[in-house]
C-alpha cells in the first residue's frame, strides 16, 4: 500500500530545486499522474519552492502530501504571514508586469485547482486528480468487459443472497 501521507525536509537554497523535483517524482510515480497532471504539479511546485526562496524567512521548509485518489494536497510550512497573505489575494498579472514574484504568484494560482492559506504557517495546494483515476478505471472496465465478453460470460448483477 503507498503511504499517502509523505514529507521531505528541503532547505530554501535555489540548489536545492532538484529536491522538489524528486518529490514530485516520487509522488506522481506512487500514484500514477500522467504527464498532463505531473506537469501542473511540477511547475507549481518549483514556482512555489522559487517564491519562498525569495521571500521566506526560515532556513528550512517542510513539504507534506497526502491523497484521497481523488485530490492531492501539497502542504509547506513554515510560511512567512505575508506570504501567506500573498496568496490570499487575487493577482492580476497586467498589473504587476516585470515583477517576477508576481509572475510566481500568477503562475501557481493558474495551475493548483485550490489554495489553502492558513495564519499557522500553512500554505497547501490542492490539485483535483479524480478525473484521472476515473479514467483508469473507465479504461480497466472496458477491457475486462471485453475480456468476458470474448469467453461468452455475461455480466450478471449479483444479489446479497447469491
Do not use: W
Not at 54 to 72: F, G, M, P, R, V
Not at 96 to 113: K, M, N, P, Q, T
Amino acid at each position: 500500500m503507498v503511504n499517502n501521507d509523505q514529507t521531505v525536509s528541503v532547505d530554501l537554497i535555489p540548489d536545492n530545486i532538484r529536491e522538489i523535483e524528486l518529490f514530485v517524482d516520487r509522488v506522481c510515480d506512487q500514484l500514477f499522474i500522467n504527464d498532463t497532471y505531473y506537469g501542473n504539479i511540477l511547475m507549481s511546485l518549483t514556482e512555489m519552492f522559487n517564491y519562498l526562496v525569495e521571500h521566506a524567512s526560515s532556513d528550512k521548509l517542510e513539504i507534506t502530501y497526502h491523497s484521497n485518489y481523488e485530490n492531492i494536497c501539497i502542504s509547506f510550512y513554515p510560511v512567512d504571514s505575508q506570504v501567506v497573505t500573498a496568496f490570499s489575494q487575487k493577482i492580476d498579472l497586467d498589473a504587476f508586469v516585470g515583477e517576477e514574484s508576481h509572475r510566481h504568484l500568477f503562475l501557481i494560482h493558474s495551475l493548483v485547482d485550490k489554495i489553502h492559506a492558513s495564519k499557522s504557517e500553512v500554505l497547501s495546494l490542492e490539485f483535483d486528480i479524480s478525473a484521472l483515476h476515473n479514467e483508469i478505471y473507465q479504461s480497466r472496465k472496458s477491457l475486462l468487459n471485453d475480456y468476458f465478453s470474448k469467453q461468452g460470460i455475461e455480466e450478471k448483477v449479483k444479489h446479497q443472497n447469491d
